[in-house]
Structures are given as structure tokens and as C-alpha cells.
């Protein structure tokens, strides 16, 4: 299945000058992982806030990029200095999943008609990192296939940060959205869970 998360490689190579700069300044990669989670509050919170000034909407774009970055650099961190650990792991997909209720929580606030479609996608979402970890459990490796994997979702709310700031307004449709984003992560737990089984 197609999902931005195929494009990681070169994005971690865009990363690499950054990388080595914050392993030069003594920083570790269980650092850059609670750096995320806590940038993840703070776009929350003007998220939540974006009504009072549609400028805060650009949170949106610019943070989720500024997160992904982080996601990635923190695993090449403990990958390429030997920063691996069972507590970072645990940081990892723990803030992981707190950083994405946090981000999309506020969607209930703009969009009251789709309430209920909003909070199964936001279930949903903790349940297909779950089903991504649970790849490692039965079978060999973290499962991130697509589509709607944690990228997916980041460059959706992105988007719908950038249309929000240019005064779009997708209230009239917002169900349909929801319903279709919905669809697409119930087949990718699906297809994670179906590999990792075929793995085991």
C-alpha cells in the first residue's frame, strides 16, 4: 500500500547534517523523543486555540514537520550511536500514541457534526500502532504499512491545517472524510496484523 512512510530513507538523509550535530552537542536520542512528545502538546494546544486566530492553524504543517523530524531522528539516533534501549523503545511508540491523541483531539472542537467519527479514527489510530507493534511480538519486525500509518495521518491534518488557514471550511463534508480516513486504517491494521502473521 502507498503511504508517505515509503519516502523515509531520503527524508533521513536530509536529516543526516542535523543528526550529527545534536550527537556532537552531547544530545541522545531519549531527548528527542520527549522533545516531540511535548512539541506535539504545544501544537495541540494552539490547535485547540486556532478559532481565536486562524494563524495558529499553521501549527498544523509546520509542527507535524518539525515532529516528523524528530520521529526519524530520534530512531537514527539510537540506531547509529548505540542509544538502544527497552526504555526508549517504550518512549518511542508510548509518546508515539500520546502525541497523536493530543494533535487530533482538537478536531472534536471544529468539528462537532463529525464527533463521533472522530473519536472512532482517533481509537483507531492508537489501535493500528498496536497492530504495527505487535508485528515485533508474533512476527520479526515493527509493522508501518499503509495506508493511514502515523505519516499518513500527519500529512493529512497538515493539509487540513493549510486549507483551515486559507479559509477552506470542510464542515459540509467532513463525515465523508472521516468515514474514508477510517476505512483506510481499518485496512491498514488489517494488512499489518495479516503480515506479521505471515511472518511468525
Known sequence: MISVYQL??????????????????KITANQI?????ILSAIIGILFWFADDSKWLFLSLPVGLLFRMALNALDGMM??????????GEVLNEVGDIVSDVIVFFPLIKFHPESLYLIVIFILLSIINEFAGLLGKV?????????????????????IYGLTAFFGGDISSFSQYIFAGVILLLLISTFTR????LNEA
Open 138 to 158: 508474533v512476527g520479526n519486525h515493527r509493522r508501518y504499512d499503509g495506508p493511514m500509518g502515523k505519516s499518513d495521518r500527519a500529512l493529512l491534518l497538515g
Open 33 to 37: 523523543t520527549i522533545s516531540s512528545v
Open 78 to 87: 539510537a540506531r547509529k550511536f548505540n542509544q538502544t534501549s527497552k526504555m
Open 193 to 196: 496484523l495479516k503480515k506479521s
Open 8 to 25: 523515509k530513507p531520503k527524508f533521513q538523509q536530509l536529516l543526516t547534517p542535523i543528526l550529527l550535530f545534536l550527537n556532537n552537542h
